[in-house]
């Protein structure tokens, strides 16, 4: 009976990762990841290195502002046809295809700068990597919503987020570490640059995924031809477009019960990883721990925690709903802030310090997979890539503007790290009472069965 059990649990697991789609999605993930580590950890140790102070590299977290504020453009990359790569490759292939080009570019801008000389080219060129960076997660994001049905949202936020690492954790994070000990910072992002054709690759390969409208996007588009009636030409054409790529996701997201609570849990729930997450390169640094050891922990041992957290993350969503498995992550994504408070106190010790990353790794694969379900079910199909955008931006905005003055917060503390991150514990347990009242009284709020759809007018 066990083995039975047992055996049909990996037919399960093998069945629901085993979709093609996965694959595209996979590596998808790893173009999104793969500049996050360029404008946030490696761009800090290397801050560092160059001899800046602790509160500017602090307040290099708001060059990543394009993060939290992409869902101003995402009605345009939602709606608006790019010449020739729209009708070659299709709304979403074609963004991100473009995006891609401008990532690529962009990082090799970042490239010639020299912290140690200058430090505006150096925010400049974070801000374009930032800013096409954010643009592609827009379609990237869009994307996976709308190739998977809701029942494979678990897995696909599984897979993303393990691709997001392998791009972001590995290749970005590690292997930047490695080719900037061996070749210098510059030489790194240089050759990081060319890794952006990962995504290239995978945009050529992909499907571009079907377009389908429901009952409420119907209404909507109805209501914006209704309102632009009276008017002709390219004003009528204007007025219909802004309405049902800006009014109408915004309107039916509002009408939904407990609106307000959700976008205040999202905005919430990662604000204690975000204070963590920006400084931790320059703890390791200020520890004295190499850029070569720091890679080797993350490589072996955090992305290995990390790809754990992923398959258990999207375990839990399928097995045990998406809010419950939100609330196992929180908590156990605040017990991780209490293990660096540990390593602080221990000092240059490397058990401790592998100790801390596999923890953080683990219940930050726990506890993103199940944020992205979550946010992947709130998305009504007709308006994807806008109300992600929305969502993953509030998201953002904690982890860009508190972020900031985590660097500030050290230097009050007197260099103080136990003391720092027994704060950043105490915060992150901030969004779990609002998850609380969501579990209560909005558990249908996400989408659980995919709408009852019709074909999209062309």
Not at 128 to 144: G, L, P
Request: glycine share 10%; hydrophobic share 55%; charged share 15%.
């Amino acid at each position: 009976m066990s083995d039975a059990s047992t055996l049909g649990r990996l037919r399960a697991a093998a069945a629901l990762y085993g979709d093609r789609r996965l694959a595209t999605i996979l590596a998808l993930g790893f173009a999104s990841g793969l500049p996050s580590p360029l404008v946030f950890s490696n761009l800090s140790i290397w801050l560092r290195d160059e001899g800046v102070s602790r509160t500017d590299i602090g307040l290099f977290a708001l060059v990543a502002t394009p993060y939290a504020i992409n869902f101003l453009w995402a009605p345009l990359v939602d709606r608006l046809p790019l010449p020739w790569l729209t009708a070659r490759f299709g709304r979403r292939r074609g963004w991100m295809l473009a995006t891609q080009v401008l990532l690529m570019g962009a990082v090799a801008l970042l490239a010639t700068s020299s912290p140690g000389e200058a430090l505006l080219p150096v925010a400049v060129g974070a801000l374009c990597v930032s800013a096409a960076s954010a643009t592609q997660d827009i379609v990237i994001d869009a994307y996976r919503v709308e190739i998977l049905e809701p029942a494979r949202y678990g897995a696909g936020s599984a897979v993303a987020i393990w691709g997001w690492h392998l791009g972001g954790t590995l290749v970005g994070g590690a292997g930047g570490l490695y080719l900037a000990d061996a070749f210098g910072w510059q030489a790194a992002y240089g050759a990081l640059a060319l890794a952006v054709l990962v995504g290239v690759a995978a945009v050529l390969l992909a499907p571009e995924p079907p377009r389908r409208v429901d009952a409420d996007a119907a209404a909507a588009e109805a209501a914006g031809r209704a309102l632009a009636g009276h008017l002709h030409g390219r004003s009528a054409a204007l007025l219909r477009w802004l309405h049902g790529a800006v009014v109408a996701p915004l309107v039916e997201f509002a009408r939904r019960p407990g609106w307000w609570v959700i976008l205040a849990f999202v905005f919430v729930f990662k604000l204690g990883d975000a204070l963590l997450g920006r400084m931790a390169g320059v703890f390791y640094r200020e520890l004295g721990f190499g850029l070569d050891e720091i890679a080797a922990v993350a490589k072996v041992y955090g992305l290995t925690a990390n790809a754990v957290g992923i398959l258990v993350g999207g375990w839990m969503v399928a097995r045990l709903g998406t809010l419950r498995a939100l609330l196992a992550g929180g908590l156990a994504a605040a017990a991780t802030n209490v293990v660096y408070a540990v390593l602080a106190s221990a000092g240059r010790d490397s058990a401790t310090f592998v100790a801390a990353v596999v923890a953080d790794n683990f219940t930050g694969g726990l506890a993103t997979v199940a944020f992205v379900a979550y946010l992947s079910g709130l998305c009504n199909l007709a308006f994807t890539a806008t109300q992600y955008a929305l969502l993953a931006s509030l998201g953002n905005l904690a982890r860009i503007w508190f972020s900031a003055s985590a660097g500030a917060a050290v230097d009050a503390l007197d260099g103080d790290w136990a003391t720092f991150f027994l704060g950043t514990a105490v915060v992150a347990l901030a969004g779990l009472p609002l998850l609380a009242v969501i579990m209560r009284r909005y558990p249908e709020s996400a989408r659980t069965a995919p709408p009852e759809s019709t074909p999209a007018a062309p």
